[in-house]
T-cell receptor, first 113, second 112 residues
Framework: EAQVTQNPRYLITVTGKKLTVTCSQNMNHEYMSWYRQDPGLGLRQIYYSMNVEVTDKGDVPEGYKVSRKEKRNFPLILESPSPNQTSLYFC????????????FGPGTRLTVT | RKEVEQDPGPFNVPEGATVAFNCTYS??????FFWYRQDCRKEPKLLMSVYSSGNEDGRFTAQLNRASQYISLLIRDSKLSDSATYLCVVRAFSGGYQKVTFGTGTKLQVIP
């Protein structure tokens, strides 16, 4: 089954404790990205990657890091989480030909206290 | 002005009704347009792409008006299962790369 997986699905942590949210896709997609979704603000892109070892900032990259060492994986790293990073996070992937439908992971609900 | 704007709703409509949403975009160079559906706090899923000539998929019809820079989604014969938030998505080339912008969504509640 074609899918994007994220882990963990729910995470409660404290300010300053480094964490990583994993994302993996099995569709051989070149393009992957991370979004956060907050009430009234919609989905905002954090980082994206056009292919292995190629990453770039989205609209709200501050406080986040990513890496793309393998095509299928695109982890999101919060080196020192803060309460304003409490949000719902989605990973997404798509191909780079055709009409570019994005496939989203199930989401990670992060709470930073 | 926001790059992509939607009326947040909620639109409360009875079963069987026809409902339409609009979405306006500010970048005249936008190239691709989509409607996604998102159920409560779940991941967005593609509902339909929006083609220049307009397109229909069952009870759903999408239209693009480039002159006025808006897209629309029409749902006929609303079902309870259509209750969700509908996200407008616009893709444009910006600074040499493709930028995807999501609207904040329009909430639809179909009531029995």
């Amino acid at each position: 089954e074609a899918q994007v997986t994220q882990n963990p699905r729910y995470l409660i942590t404290v300010t300053g404790k480094k964490l990583t949210v994993t994302c993996s896709q099995n569709m051989n997609h070149e393009y992957m990205s991370w979004y956060r979704q907050d009430p009234g603000l919609g989905l905002r892109q954090i980082y994206y990657s056009m292919n292995v070892e190629v990453t770039d900032k989205g609209d709200v990259p501050e406080g986040y890091k990513v890496s793309r060492k393998e095509k299928r994986n695109f982890p999101l790293i919060l080196e020192s989480p803060s309460p304003n990073q409490t949000s719902l996070y989605f990973c997404a992937s798509r191909g780079t030909s055709g009409y570019y439908e994005q496939y989203f992971g199930p989401g990670t609900r992060l709470t930073v206290t | 002005r926001k790059e992509v704007e939607q009326d947040p709703g909620p639109f409360n409509v009875p079963e069987g009704a026809t409902v339409a949403f609009n979405c306006t975009y500010s970048n005249s160079a936008s190239q691709s347009f989509f409607w996604y559906r998102q159920d409560c706090r779940k991941e967005p899923k593609l509902l339909m792409s929006v083609y220049s000539s307009g397109n229909e998929d069952g009870r759903f019809t999408a239209q693009l008006n480039r002159a006025s820079q808006y897209i629309s989604l029409l749902i006929r014969d609303s079902k309870l299962s259509d209750s969700a938030t509908y996200l407008c998505v616009v893709r444009a080339f910006s600074g040499g790369y493709q930028k995807v912008t999501f609207g904040t969504g329009t909430k639809l509640q179909v009531i029995p």
